[in-house]
């Protein structure tokens, strides 16, 4: 059974920084791919960034790039997601996503495994 388990979520002021992670367990699992999501109130889930576990590539959306930092411990199933200058905008539930072939993809439907989620508040 795979199972991703989130953490690092809490109540910031804006400006300030944080520091999520993703711990991936599973026998076996080896996911070519993850990625961080979040929604945000009445929205819909929304990609932030994804990270290849074979090469170590990143990518970004828009408003996550020179922000946000993905990366990856492959020893330990670690999925950490850096957070800097955060906006109350960035307010959401952060949820960690795998999926088993390869590809940086930002549909949500293209991940087969998701954690429960870690709530990120900013506030101004």
């Known amino acids: 059974q795979v199972q991703l388990a989130e953490s690092g979520g809490g109540l910031v002021p804006d400006g300030d920084s944080l520091t999520l992670t993703c711990t991936a367990s599973?026998?076996?699992?080896?996911?070519?791919?993850m990625a961080w999501f979040r929604q945000a109130p009445g929205k819909g889930r929304e990609f932030v960034a994804a990270?290849?576990?074979?090469?170590?590539?990143?990518y970004y959306e828009d408003f996550a790039k020179g922000r946000f930092t993905i990366s990856g411990d492959n020893a330990k199933n670690i999925l950490t997601l850096q957070m800097k200058s955060l906006k109350p905008d960035d307010t959401a539930v952060y949820f960690c996503?795998?999926?088993?072939?390869?590809?940086?993809?930002?549909?949500?439907?293209?991940?087969?495994?998701w954690g429960q989620g870690t709530q990120v508040t900013v506030f101004s």
């Open positions: 599973g026998n076996p699992f080896r996911p070519a791919a």
């Open positions: 990270f290849g576990w074979v090469a170590g590539s990143t």
């Open positions: 996503a795998a999926r088993l072939q390869i590809g940086l993809l930002t549909a949500a439907g293209e991940y087969e495994h």
